[in-house]
T-cell receptor, first 114, second 113 residues
Framework: ETGVTQTPRHLVMGMTNKKSLKCEQHLGHNAMYWYKQSAKKPLELMFVYSLEERVENNSVPSRFSPECPNSSHLFLHLHTLQPEDSALYLC?????????????FGEGSRLTVL | GNSVTQMEGPVTLSEEAFLTINCTYTATGYPSLFWYVQYPGEGLQLLLKATKADDKGSNKGFEATYRKETTSFHLEKGSVQVSDSAVYFCALINSGSARQLTFGSGTQLTVLP
């Protein structure tokens, strides 16, 4: 139990579907992140929220839409995805106040786009 | 900008062998350095960290020393086990308004019985 919970763990969707990934952290952190992990590629930072404000958007296509309603919850809304978007999506959280600010990760949501 | 370079895998070792996974970094200022581990089917877990030069992080028999002069943070373990089979990521955080990890590309380790 890492304190960061992601649901669903597995998701299969067609290119015309709309779905959402959910992340919840129970660590009292004030920053949350979405990363994309594709086979044979480095981890890609997608979005960063600090104190519920989006502070980073790394040129992510608009078919990915994040939402952070409060400091404990983070969503990634998905619509009209492409097969190349199939990947493991990792959520993480951290405390911006701590000296090192290391990230704590969830177990990921494995997404397959058909 | 910041970058992390780690040795490419895959690395295959026999049980009880000595492990080294090299990691070097480029960063301005004084970053904190980390090793994360990802077991099959799971997310990333923090394995160890070091926040300043000459610090040694250690956990579960793994060690890494923050070497500022060589900008390195090599991961070592004296005797690996089958259960250590995983992907290992070296990473750094630089201070800033939003602390963000910069990851290396990961090294797949397989330990054979």
């Amino acid at each position: 139990e890492t304190g960061v919970t992601q649901t669903p763990r597995h998701l299969v969707m067609g290119m015309t579907n709309k779905k959402s990934l959910k992340c919840e952290q129970h660590l009292g952190h004030n920053a949350m992140y979405w990363y994309k992990q594709s086979a044979k590629k480095p981890l890609e930072l997608m979005f960063v929220y600090s104190l519920e404000e989006r502070v980073e958007n790394n040129s992510v296509p608009s078919r990915f839409s994040p939402e952070c309603p409060n400091s404990s919850h983070l969503f990634l809304h998905l619509h009209t995805l492409q097969p190349e978007d199939s990947a493991l999506y990792l959520c993480a959280s951290s405390s911006q106040d701590r000296e090192t600010g290391e990230l704590f990760f969830g177990e990921g949501s494995r997404l397959t786009v058909l | 900008g910041n970058s992390v370079t780690q040795m490419e895998g895959p690395v295959t070792l026999s049980e009880e062998a000595f492990l080294t996974i090299n990691c070097t970094y480029t960063a301005t200022g004084y970053p904190s350095l980390f090793w994360y581990v990802q077991y099959p089917g799971e997310g990333l877990q923090l394995l160890l960290k070091a926040t300043k030069a000459d610090d040694k992080g250690s956990n579960k028999g793994f060690e890494a020393t923050y070497r500022k002069e060589t900008t390195s943070f090599h991961l070592e373990k004296g005797s690996v086990q089958v259960s250590d089979s995983a992907v290992y990521f070296c990473a750094l955080i630089n201070s800033g308004s939003a602390r963000q990890l910069t990851f290396g590309s990961g090294t797949q380790l397989t330990v054979l019985p």
